[in-house]
């Protein structure tokens, strides 16, 4: 409708963010399947011999997954870039390539009060992330945030708000994905790292943003200091389980364990029993490991945005206790559904006495 | 942040949509590319042997591409879908899937005055063109479009703008793609179909809105009768000319012939002069030939939006008159750079006397 030539200098901020595109595939990807990348009507990829593709997109949008007010930018990028390298991770695929789409409102393309622009900043964490995985920046969209009409009656307008669209590219042999089918009745239930952590960060943060806003990546131990501003997607432990034929089904835990294990059993047709005594919570949860409050349970169940991977593998197949410096803790067993019984049962102990209540999903529904 | 659970009932459209595009993908892909749809975390899709893949991704925002108050559902989902495949037929590439993300204000997702909810309709628009052109719509993303707050220091919130993101994955034989670097020094400038044609019924519809509230696709004559709210991808084309080998370099023109002849001559490193009186007016720009008003001008050259395909072919090449139907025309020829001078010439006679004017880009800037 509007031509809105230049007004972010879109051609200038291409132009540098198609050469640091390519340097970063020149310098960490000399034999990326990357043939041609930002600067012509589609990027050219080239998946190795056999493989199969994978595809994932994952919007992030202002005022339901960030806000400006208490994410930083470096977050924002950060976790933008995670969200679809977990979805590559939970299927055992390496990734090829990432492509963002970002439309944002103009005063995030300008540099404020002497400080970076928002949109370098974003960049710099989207970047670091993309670094670390050897992920090169194929192409994407840019453009102004939709000017908003609030009234469409009346002719005022409003800047739009922020958001990006990231879609990950990868590739794995032909027929060796992890699939959220492929679970038996029998079959132990794992999940990577520590829950909760993120939602229990996000409550902090919530409460005082201020707290954490210079708040930086730090190399990662384990457990992840910042499990909500900053993610580790578990690419090594997704590949490692493909590799070496371990498990039978997997899928990221970003909605909620409760969700995505749900999920999981639809796929597969099975039910399943979570140990709540056996979750890894994560410390930002609960300090101590006994007793677990109801309130930590319910961080660990339904939190969501971990990003850790949930996956089966039969009993008879050993899994260590950790893979690629990550933890794996074993939580529950699959089984087969009965009729009129929940599709997930948490066990615990109170007072010496077993207790079994169903476990409905109850994390993001998108 | 917030956890709106079911409030546009995702989880039931999801599966319907699942189903939909499953049957789609059954019926008209037996031999497709796709080996798992909607459903995981990621979509798996297989390549041809040989093929390498190509990907492009593209917005479509409420006020920037499309007004709610204009476009009705069904062209808001075609162009859509048609940007995406104009790319890759810019390339030469066979579509192997499509994947939509949409974020929506809830009052699009529910029927309105016991008609179809905003929502059905985009997606009938979108899966015909997809159905047409056989793609497969292999997952995406969907989301509430975000609150956006008023005034970010108080709490008022209104709904967001409607937004779409659109990624095409194609392929095409290794080495094979049309590239928009690959001209040389006296090839002819190809364009397919006609110029001008959808600036012009934007300019209608922004007119007179009722008008083209009824306004269906119709079965694609030559030239296409709605240009602006239907635009034809030229996939066909683009294939013919891979196939022959008869290009050598392509770009389609979704932003105006000045902008990319401009974008085609800087990455072939080359100049271009193009013949005013020979551009392929649409009808709905001039019902007669001659003589060209510059309005007509203005519009074929800086419109946009026309979805056409801009190629170059050695002079010692046959380029029929019409490819898979449709019309193709010389327009110019392309050139070395002379220092000093604009890249792009435009020719043209009047009272007799040969006039050249350079033609700075002029149409729509990312």
Redesign the interface.
Known sequence: ???P??ILG??AF?QSLRARAAHLADQHCPVSGL??GI?????????PPGH????????S?????????WHTPESVGHRCLARGLS??A??G?APL?A?L?L?LPAELAQPRRGQLAWRKRFLAGFLALAEKYRVPL?????????????D?TQGSM?T??A?A?I????SAP?NW?L???GANAGDRIYVTGHLGGAAAE?AQLAANPRRFRRCKKSVTGSPNPHPHLFPEPRLSVGAWLLKNWRATAA??ISDGLSTDLDRLCE?SCLAAVVNAEMLPLHPLVQPKSHPITDESLELALHGGEDYELLFTASPDVRIPRSIAGVPITCIGVMRRQAPGQARIVLVDEVNGRRRERPLPPG????
Chains 1, 2 share one sequence.
């Open positions: 409708m509007a031509k030539r230049s879109e051609r291409l043939k041609l600067g012509d009507d589609c990027a050219i990829l080239q998946p199969q593709i994978f595809v994932t997109t994952d919007f949008l202002e005022t339901v997954h960030f806000r400006r007010e979805d590559l939970a299927m695929a390539a492509f789409s439309a194929a192409g994407g969209d840019t453009a102004l945030s939709p000017l908003f009409p609030m469409r409003f739009g708000p958001l669209d879609v990950l590219i990868g032909r994905a699939m959220r089918s996000l899928i990221d796929e994390g993001w529904e998108h």
